[in-house]
Structure formats: structure tokens, C-alpha cells
């Protein structure tokens, strides 16, 4: 009865930790995302160096995802926009969803491609749609978070009475 109730509950905390998951990766792109479209208008840094900035200042899944596409970049010899779309699929580990993800490789056929300004507005773009992606999933961690803990507990609870 408690393995039962103890494995419909990890069930339950499980879907709660993707949701934190997806939260702390959208915190960690925005971040990441500000300071690309900072290093680009105001010191018109070259990719290949804004990248380690991103690596050390913006931790967790930006990081990861950044550390890939430099690693491409140098030992591969891949542009960044073709980097990222190789390294996307490794953004599916943050239980990110699908327009999420397109929005976060579009920053890399944004990048270095356009005059400063251009590149300022259009980042501008996609950094208002992770800010409301990002308050519609803490909106949805709060709320349904606690629904998946509790429905797993009670479920295997319930479960676990019925089977005896």
C-alpha cells in the first residue's frame, strides 16, 4: 500500500518539478536574452564573445544551451544560427513548450545579421513574448503545481485503500 501511494505521489511531484523546470529556463533565456540584446546595442560585442558572458552570467538552462552552441561554433565550425538549430533539440529537456523554443532560436537569425537597431527592436520582440511566457507559466506552476502534488497524494491514497 505505501509503494502504491508513494508512487502515485512522486507522480504528482514530478509534473510539479517540470513546471518549476520550465519556469527557471524561461527566467534563465529572458536573462540571457537581455544580455545579448544589451551587449549588441551598447557595446557592439561580436557573438563569439557575448556568448562565455551569457555562459558565466546567466545560469542554468541558457547556460547549458549557450555552452552547446559555443562548443559547435568552435570545434565544429558552425555558424550560430546553424549551432542553435542543432542544439534545440536539447531545449526539450527544460519542458519547454514548442513556441518557446522557436522564439528562443529565433534570437540566433536575429543575431549579428542586422544593424544594431535592427536587432535591438527585433530582440525587444521576442523578449516581451518570453516576459509573458514566463508570467503565464509561474501563473500556471502556482496554481496547478499544487493540484498535480495533491491529486498524486490523494490518488494514491486512494488507490492504495481500495486495493485492500
Not at 540571457?32 to 558572458?53: G, W
Not at 546553424?82 to 523554443?101: G, M, N, T, Y
Amino acid at each position: 500500500m505505501i509503494l502504491i501511494a508513494g508512487s502515485c505521489s512522486v507522480v504528482g511531484f514530478s509534473m510539479n518539478s517540470q513546471l518549476k523546470t520550465r519556469v527557471a529556463a524561461l527566467k534563465s533565456f529572458l536573462g540571457a536574452t537581455q544580455l545579448l540584446q544589451a551587449e549588441i546595442v551598447f557595446r557592439r560585442s561580436p557573438l563569439p564573445d557575448i556568448l562565455p558572458l551569457i555562459i558565466r552570467e546567466c545560469p542554468g538552462a541558457a547556460a547549458s544551451f549557450y555552452r552547446t552552441v559555443l562548443h559547435m561554433m568552435t570545434e565544429k565550425g558552425c555558424s550560430f544560427s546553424l549551432a542553435c538549430d542543432r542544439a534545440s533539440s536539447e531545449l526539450r529537456h527544460f519542458s519547454l513548450k514548442r513556441d518557446e523554443i522557436e522564439w528562443i532560436c529565433s534570437v540566433s537569425h536575429i543575431a549579428g545579421r542586422y544593424d544594431a537597431a535592427t536587432q535591438a527592436d527585433r530582440l525587444s520582440g521576442i523578449l516581451s513574448r518570453l516576459e509573458l511566457a514566463l508570467r503565464q507559466a509561474q501563473d500556471e506552476a502556482g496554481q496547478k503545481g499544487k493540484l498535480y502534488r495533491a491529486v498524486g497524494v490523494t490518488a494514491g491514497i486512494m488507490i492504495a485503500l481500495a486495493a485492500v
